[in-house]
């Protein structure tokens, strides 16, 4: 995967990409990186559909004990949320088709569907319980962080923020289900 890592989400994961030992999932769209004793386990077999859900990366820290740490980035940016939107069992979500070429292990380009929660848009419609103008990531973190989970504090001279990743995600699915409404069982 030679690919840059977007550029709207700061300068970190290009260069995490980038460094000496690092790994790729092989997710086209929503890859991940990991460096460590662990990250070939975190990174391996990134599921086609789904990637947010069971068996994606994010499924792996968890399942590891793992923590976010965010490092004077905005409240909206916790990718570990579509996780939680990918569980989460609430009406209306939302989710997209799209095709692009992957190189097959023999070097050969195919075309691949993929099918995933609309992580770009918004897996729900939040405008109910979302303030106009405010993202619901970061109404979601606001209230986990009032609700004792996490800890904020400066790392240089950034404000920061550390999450445990499944109590995160557990808050999220229960924050989507209880202000949406849920349909599961």
């Known amino acids: 995967m030679l690919s840059e890592a977007d550029h709207a989400n700061g300068r970190l994961p290009e260069a995490l990409r980038r460094w000496p030992g690092a790994l790729r999932s092989r997710h086209p769209d929503v890859s991940f990186a990991a460096l460590g004793a ?4 975190l990174v391996a077999d990134h599921p ?11 499924a792996r820290l968890v399942d590891r004990g793992g923590q976010v740490l965010m490092l004077g980035a905005p409240l909206d940016t916790m990718t570990l949320l579509h996780h939680a939107e990918a569980l989460a069992q609430a009406p209306g979500k939302r989710f997209v088709d799209h095709e692009q070429p992957v190189l097959e292990p023999d070097g050969r380009r ?34 986990m962080l009032a609700a004792g989970i996490g ?21 999220g699915v229960a924050w989507i289900e209880e202000k949406l409404g849920s349909v599961g069982p």
């Open 110 to 143: 195919v075309w691949r569907r993929f099918h995933d929660i609309d992580s770009e848009n918004g897996a729900f419609d939040y405008s109910a319980v979302v303030p106009e103008g405010e993202d619901p990531f970061a109404v979601i973190v606001r209230d």
């Open 48 to 58: 086609w559909d789904d990637p947010h859900g069971p068996g994606s990366p994010l």
């Open 38 to 41: 662990v990250a070939e386990e």
């Open 151 to 171: 800890r904020r504090g400066r790392v240089g001279a950034a404000d920061s923020y550390l999450f445990e990743a499944g109590q995160a995600v557990d808050f």
